[in-house]
Nanobody
């Protein structure tokens, strides 16, 4: 069994900061790319930021210069530091991991349960 558990969401004023964390646990052999997606009401789920196992990153244009993704491979954890938050950043943020399960040696996409981020004054 594999789980991705997110934490760190909440309510913040415009211009504020939040840090999201997502830890992968269970029978995991290897973790490849990890990332954060978000979904606002009535909209599709979009990539916010991604990071490969060797640390290469990519960002949505709307968050470049404000958000930073990082990871701790030993802890199988990915982070998203969000600065200068704007109301349009309000969404449910989902953690994603591309990983290989131990024993069965199957590779697949796994998702967290989502954490709400609300930016409002």
């Amino acid at each position: 069994q594999v789980q991705l558990v997110e934490s760190g969401g909440g309510l913040v004023q415009p211009g504020g900061s939040l840090r999201l964390s997502c830890a992968a646990s269970g029978n995991i052999l290897s973790v490849f790319a990890m990332g954060w997606y978000r979904q606002a009401p009535g909209k599709q789920r979009d990539l916010v930021a991604g990071i490969t196992s060797n640390g290469s990153t990519n960002y949505a244009d709307s968050v470049k210069g404000r958000f930073t993704i990082s990871r701790d491979n030993a802890k199988k954890t990915v982070y998203l530091q969000m600065n200068n938050l704007k109301p349009e950043d309000t969404a449910v943020y989902y953690c994603h991991a591309d990983l290989v399960r131990n024993y069965v040696r199957t590779r697949g996409d796994y998702w967290g349960q989502g954490t709400q981020v609300t930016v409002s004054s």
